[in-house]
């Protein structure tokens, strides 16, 4: 067995530089949040780490789309002036507060108040409802007068960028609807918050991303 | 005033604050240095409070707060820089 | 073994395996040809071998997912296959459609072979790896609809496990996509464009969901980790494989008459695809780390970090090497190809296969595992494979930046004969870690047929 061992554990030797991930998983899941000092990481390790990649995927097209207006800094600025800056800012708005409820709705949680929970959650849900609303009538205007992400490299970025987002928007709401009805059975609690809080760290990442979003496609010139 | 002691009422009250701010600066048409580092200031702030009070990282282990506001200021840097170079 | 019908899984790992010695015959005559051009001409043309070495992995990796499926799923489920009946027949009518779609690659002109096979019917052949005549295409389908229909009707007879129903969409998708290689448009940007919609859905996309269920599984079973922790990383990395290979397509529609945005949508998502890949490693060592329980195969739990490992380097970085549309102009259809083609499909797609026969082969053969000194030697061959697999990659890297170097970048570009002329010592070291590469298949066959004091199974 020594020899098998002796290659085995050189195989395995990567592992120590994969120590930081260990540390990572190792941090205890939602059920003691009682000790409000010891430092814990909201919802789930995997969630976080989904989280990050999507980032990661953002970061990427946000400086690409810097970069490339560095380039056409005159076509940029005089096609962000077509741009609807009222509704993005009101989107900006609603997905602020849509992540606020999501916010009352897990501290509601840690106080055992059930009916917020769900109240929160399905305003929270509400609030993701009208962003998606007031970009279709962003969307629809822009279309209607025949833009397409082959017109030119800014509305190509506008429309990949935003689109992108719109789609994390679903399925952000995808993931509230499923919080609220777990909630309506009463699932979460002081006792186990851990589902709610996983969901709410992504909602939260989808408002995170359309505050840099807004200023820098609809306003920064 | 009682609200106001949740830090989430707080950072809520701020934000919409600070997007009325950005709305405001589009409307009169700021552009420019000054313009550009203001409006990327007012999302830095924004997005910092997103993630401190929001996603509740005030409190997490070092390691995922370093993560996420590292990407706060690797993306406002670089969004920074490339405005920068285009102002040149 | 816990459920008598896994046993039809066994003929197909000997064919996989027997299929993969194929491959890399071929692949040692193509690397030889690469250097002396004329080599076994005109028995064996280059395109001739190109197509059998391709098709042949191909078709034995197939036979792999297969066999593994059959393996997988009853236990899952915890129930019998549906008909083992139907997944043996459905094994000698897919070996011998495969056999003689060989032979016909060997025998005839491949012009002949089609006006024999009825491509006029429907015009299916000519394209790279989807060169099979009509009627192995049809059987491919037929093979494909049995084998899923069996383990469908299995699964809904017992439990249903999320690593199942991941490994079930991976499997249907796989038939799925197949389906636009009968789609071949006259308009040859159209006929690219849905072209990649079998291969680059297939590697990139439905193939990494089989390749996630099967290393879950494989992790399950060794490290006795809950499967509730498994079940959760991998759909996370279900997600972003889906996310970043389903609009990562786009890396193949740059420069072909598709519109410029791909140019954007296709390096982005496409440089995002190792993120996935490295979730898997993470995902494996973690896992291998919290392990539960030591279990006597570790040769498997070797292969299973192995595979995470070098799917992330092969797909991984290798793939974000040349990925993004800049870089990618330049290195387009190079040797840097070919480097990042070889340890992606042997580093994704044929280890996780080598991880499954070698836990189940035992299992199958009536013990947990296979002997000490069975599993030594099982070690070196994935030593042996591995290391000379980075080597193959390694060298073709070179030879590829000089390819672009020499034919692409430079002040006074070289015809294409004359930069391979250049690049020949290049070849020569990668035949020589190719045979490196065959002698660890050969160990890796041996290590099954030798004895010594066995663990008995549960």
Same mark, same amino acid.
């Given at each position: ?42 919802? !789930?390790?995997?969630?976080?780490? /989904? ?6 995927? /953002? ?24 741009? !609807?800056? !009222? ?8 997905? +602020? ?19 917020? +929970?769900?109240?929160? +959650? ?36 506008? +429309? ?46 989808? !408002? ?14 | ?19 009325? *701010? ?13 313009? *550009? ?13 997103? *993630? ?32 920068? *170079?285009?102002?040149? | ?34 250097? =002396?051009?004329?080599?076994?001409? &005109? ?12 098709? %042949? ?30 997944? %043996? ?58 084998? %899923? ?39 040859? $940007? ?38 509730? $922790?498994?079940?959760?990383? %991998? ?23 598709? &519109? ?15 993120? &996935? ?45 040349? #990925? ?68 193959? #990659? ?11 170097? =020499?034919?692409? $970048? ?49």
């Amino acid at each position: 067995m020594n020899r098998a061992f002796f290659i085995w554990g050189r195989s395995i030797h990567p592992v120590r530089l994969l120590a930081t991930m260990q540390r990572m998983s190792e941090i205890s899941p939602a059920t003691e949040q009682a000790s409000a000092s010891s430092k814990r990481l909201p919802g !789930d390790l995997a969630i976080w780490f /989904f989280i990050m990649a999507e980032l990661v995927a /953002f970061a990427v097209f946000f400086s690409a789309y810097a970069f490339t207006r560095a380039k056409h800094v005159e076509m940029f600025n005089l096609y962000q002036q077509t741009l !609807d800056r !009222d509704l993005g800012a009101l989107n900006t708005l609603l997905l +602020i507060t849509g992540s606020w409820f999501i916010v009352l709705a897990v501290q509601a949680a840690h106080r055992n108040d059930q009916k917020a +929970i769900s109240r929160n +959650i399905l305003l929270g849900f509400l609030c993701g409802g009208g962003f998606l609303a007031v970009k279709v009538i962003e969307y629809s205007a822009k279309f209607g007068a025949g833009i397409s992400m082959s017109t030119n490299t800014f509305y190509m970025f506008y +429309i990949s960028l935003t689109f992108f987002h719109f789609m994390h928007v679903i399925l952000g709401m995808v993931i509230l609807a499923v919080l609220w009805l777990q909630s309506r059975k009463g699932v979460y609690g002081s006792h186990d918050a851990h589902g709610l809080e996983s969901g709410a760290a992504y909602w939260h990442m989808v !408002d995170l991303l359309w505050i840099i979003l807004f200023p820098l496609v609809y306003v920064m010139r | 005033m009682n609200s106001l002691k949740n830090p989430a009422n707080r950072a809520w009250l701020i934000l919409i604050i600070a997007t009325g *701010i950005t709305w405001y600066l589009g409307e009169v048409g700021a552009a420019g240095t000054a313009a *550009i580092v203001a409006m990327l200031a007012i999302a830095f702030v924004k997005g910092r409070l997103v *993630i401190l009070d929001f996603m509740e990282l005030r409190d997490a282990p070092l390691l995922w707060r370093v993560l996420l506001e590292g990407w706060l200021i690797l993306v406002s840097s670089l969004i920074l820089l490339a405005y920068w *170079i285009s102002l040149k | 073994m816990q459920y008598k019908s896994q046993a039809v899984a066994k003929p197909y790992f000997i064919a996989a395996i027997g299929l993969f010695v194929g491959q890399i015959l071929f692949g040692l005559i193509l690397g030889l040809q690469y250097v =002396l051009g004329d080599f076994l001409f &005109p028995a064996i043309p280059f395109n001739v071998a190109r197509m059998v070495h391709t098709n %042949l992995l191909i078709v034995w990796l197939l036979f792999g997912f297969m066999g593994g499926a059959y393996f997988m799923i009853p236990e899952e489920s915890e129930t019998e296959l549906f008909s083992p009946k139907l997944a %043996l027949a459905m094994f000698w009518i897919f070996l011998v459609a495969g056999a003689l779609t060989i032979v016909g690659y060997l025998t005839v002109p491949y012009a002949t072979l089609a006006a024999m096979t009825g491509n006029n019917l429907i015009e299916t052949m000519g394209r790279e790896f989807l060169e099979q005549p009509l009627p192995t295409k049809l059987g491919i389908v037929v093979v494909a609809l049995a084998f %899923l229909f069996n383990l469908t009707m299995t699964m809904l007879k017992g439990k249903k496990t999320a690593i199942s129903m991941v490994l079930m969409i991976g499997l249907w998708g796989l038939a799925v996509f197949f389906l636009f290689s009968f789609y071949n448009p006259v308009n040859v $940007v159209l006929d690219k464009f849905f072209w990649w919609w079998t291969v680059h859905l297939w590697v990139e996309g439905v193939w990494e969901l089989i390749l996630g269920s099967f290393l879950a599984f494989v992790l399950i079973k060794t490290t006795g980790v809950d499967r509730e $922790v498994i079940e959760k990383w %991998l759909y996370v990395i279900v997600t972003l494989t889906l996310i970043s290979g389903i609009i990562g397509t786009g890396h193949h529609y740059f420069w072909i008459g598709t &519109p410029e945005y791909w140019q954007w949508w296709g390096s982005i998502f496409s440089a995002l695809e190792p993120i &996935p890949f490295f979730g898997m490693t993470v995902f494996a060592f973690n896992m291998v780390n919290r392990r539960r329980r030591e279990h006597p195969n570790k040769a498997a739990v070797l292969w299973a970090l192995g595979t995470g490992v070098m799917a992330f380097l092969g797909a991984g970085v290798w793939g974000f090497l040349h #990925t993004l549309a800049p870089v990618n102009y330049y290195t387009h259809g190079s040797q840097i190809t070919a480097a990042h083609g070889h340890m992606a499909f042997y580093g994704a797609y044929a280890m996780v296969n080598l991880m499954m026969i070698s836990y189940a082969m035992p299992i199958l053969r009536g013990r947990a595992a296979n002997s000490n000194k069975s599993q030594v030697l099982e070690m070196w061959s994935f030593w042996l494979m591995t290391i000379a697999m980075v080597f193959i #990659t390694l060298f073709l890297t070179a030879a590829g930046i000089l390819q672009v170097w =020499l034919q692409r $970048v430079s002040d006074t570009p070289l015809p294409f004969m004359v930069t391979q002329d250049k690049i020949s010592l290049f070849y020569w070291m990668r035949e020589w870690a190719g045979v490196a590469f065959l002698i660890g298949l050969i160990l890796y066959i041996v290590s099954f047929f030798v004895g010594g004091e066995e663990e008995k199974a549960k």
